[in-house]
């Protein structure tokens, strides 16, 4: 007979010292019938679990029991994601220093010991509840990058944040006594500005195709003034702003592509701490939102302002520490995506949604897909990357299979570099 009331702080231990003595989690796979496999991300060891993270896992943990049940064979392994970014974070905030105040081995140390303790703690609940294809390459590139963990970070880790930003419009001069109005939300990046771009067949600014158009910069380059040429594209749109619009290197992906299409110099005003360079003048060293204001004081007392207000302006933010994100010129690692997006699409049509409208969230992400996975990162707790950089030639020097596992920061490479040196810089990076 049943009792009147479930008593779960007697059952649920009884139940789970059952399942395990009777190796009701096993998996054989030669077992007979029918076999399924449950692929889940691991949880990341970043701070406490929280109710979201039992309803996600509930969610398969029921099929999974369910299948079994019915005789299946099931598949469905735990792991933990202890390294990366997200841990990073995690061990800063709990230590109270970032990881560069601390040194590399020091904060190594504090991550796997804080993981270790964590990853205790989510066992015990979870219980209660390609570069030999040459799909990996490294080159120096436009990258997203993260001023306030000052690494690298992957397209799909950007969210988008609706913030109130100044909308100038700036007075640059044009030859003869003309002005061409430009209206930007980032004026901080006029040091690193390096052409004007208008529509071909903008009426407006046609006859300007090919002339210089100038703005005194005394006070925040190294010149009195930045002379930048007006080239003309049809990815600049008449209907925005005044319809002529900076480039810069970089503030957007649409200044990545003119930077690539129209072969135009590389400018970095904004360093990877997120302060300002050597090439904003009397600016550098300036956090981003200081030289914001300065810059456009500066402006505004030079008579070169012709309008501003304030609007709401999508700002591409790092779903880690909500810091808006830049488009800085490092060296990473990537993997090749972007010439894989049909097969990605193909092979998201044979699967069986449910719910439906997931398979569309999913075809549009892989649709919207700019970069190829930037899978390196600046930081030092996980995995590195099994290579070295050879000083004499710059060639990648990658460890063979059969000496994986290594750590490039203690171990040299086992062959000399084709060109004969043995001299190698250990690669830096971790992956994400």
Not at 51 to 56: A, E, K, L, P
Not at 143 to 170: H, K, M
Request: with cysteine; net charge negative; proline share 7%.
């Amino acid at each position: 007979m049943l009792p009147n009331r479930y008593d779960f702080r007697e059952a649920e231990p009884r139940l789970a010292r059952f399942w395990e003595l009777n190796n009701v989690y096993g998996y054989d796979p030669a077992g007979s019938g029918q076999h399924f496999t449950i692929d889940t991300p691991p949880a990341t060891v970043s701070g406490q679990l929280h109710i979201g993270h039992c309803y996600s896992y509930t969610q398969a943990d029921v099929i999974a029991r369910y299948r079994r049940m019915r005789g299946g064979h099931v598949y469905y392994p735990m792991g933990f994601d202890d390294n990366g970014l997200a841990t990073e974070r995690f061990v800063e905030k709990t230590i109270k220093h970032k990881a560069t105040e601390i040194g590399r081995d020091a904060f190594i140390n504090a991550c796997l010991e804080l993981t270790q303790q964590t990853e205790g703690r989510f066992e015990t609940l979870w219980r209660r509840l390609s570069h030999q294809q040459g799909l990996t390459y490294t080159q120096f590139a436009p990258t997203l990058w993260c001023p306030e963990c000052e690494t690298a970070i992957a397209q799909a880790e950007v969210n988008d944040a609706s913030l109130p930003t100044r909308f100038s419009t700036i007075a640059f001069r044009l030859p003869g006594c003309g002005i061409l109005p430009i209206a930007t939300t980032r004026p901080e990046l006029l040091p690193a500005c390096v052409a004007i771009f208008v529509h071909p067949d903008d009426p407006r600014y046609r006859h300007l195709i090919g002339k210089t158009a100038r703005i005194d910069s005394g006070a925040f380059s190294g010149s009195p003034e930045l002379a930048v040429p007006i080239l003309a594209d049809e990815l600049a749109d008449p209907s925005r702003g005044s319809g002529a619009v900076m480039c810069c290197t970089f503030g957007d992906s649409t200044d990545v592509r003119w930077w690539h299409t129209h072969h135009l110099p590389l400018r970095a005003a904004i360093g990877r701490d997120g302060h300002m360079t050597d090439l904003a003048g009397s600016y550098a060293g300036l956090t981003v939102q200081q030289a914001r204001r300065r810059i456009l004081t500066y402006l505004e007392e030079t008579g070169q302002i012709i309008s501003e207000e304030t609007i709401e302006h999508d700002v591409g933010t790092h779903e880690r520490c909500g810091t808006p994100i830049e488009y800085l010129h490092t060296r990473q690692w990537f993997i090749r995506v972007l010439d894989q997006k049909e097969r990605l699409l193909e092979a998201g049509r044979k699967i069986r949604w449910h719910p439906e409208h997931m398979r569309i969230r999913y075809e549009h992400w892989v649709e919207h897909l700019q970069w190829d996975w930037c899978i390196s990162r600046q930081r030092y707790f996980g995995i590195p990357f099994p290579a070295w950089t050879c000083r004499a030639c710059g060639e990648t020097v990658l460890a063979p299979l059969e000496q994986l596992p290594v750590d490039p920061q203690t171990t040299q490479p086992l062959v000399a570099c084709a060109c004969g040196s043995t001299d190698f810089e250990p690669e830096p990076d971790v992956m994400d």
